[in-house]
């Protein structure tokens, strides 16, 4: 990616979820994930990982190409899917706003 | 950025800027990237934006191909610039070990 254009969305979720129901839960993240950037030409990034010294607490870097791309993937049948069925396993989320000062990758 | 490999090293960094440096700091970190993932192989991510409640607050994600690659850059002349440059702006830093789950972003 290149210098973000300010109309860009770009923040954190961090997401506490259920020990229990942990493996299931990164799977069904995942397949979001891969099916968001894959199909959605306004997702432009989304980065998650899990915080080594406690694996149930997951880190997203998501950005979108504007405030209409954001809520289109709200819409989305694959968004919706996650949603619904990771309901009861996310015991905590936070969402930040953030400001990119530089997002760059390896082409 | 496809499924990461084993040996890749992902972290999150939390930084605190002080206030009064934050503009210096951010084009200084700004340049440090930019060079990093330009000139360094083993730089295979790197992503900084600032928290929009509090902007001296900096999160970065950080990708190398593994071990070599990150000790690599910790001796290479723009890591040691920026390091020596904001060492007394940088009021904060916490840095995370992470295992990723899925990172994608577009072409």
Known sequence: MT????????RIAELGIDPAQLETFRA?????IEASVRVEP???MLHAV???DDPTQ????????DKAA???HLQSPHFLRYKALTAAMVLSLRLFET????LRAKA
């Open 3 to 10: 210098e973000p254009a300010p109309k860009q969305l770009v």
């Open 28 to 32: 069904l993240l995942a397949e979001e």
């Open 42 to 44: 306004g997702v432009l």
């Open 50 to 52: 899990a915080m080594r």
């Open 58 to 65: 997951i880190r997203l870097l998501e950005a979108y190409a």
């Open 70 to 72: 954001y809520e289109a």
């Open 99 to 102: 400001d990119p000062i530089l």
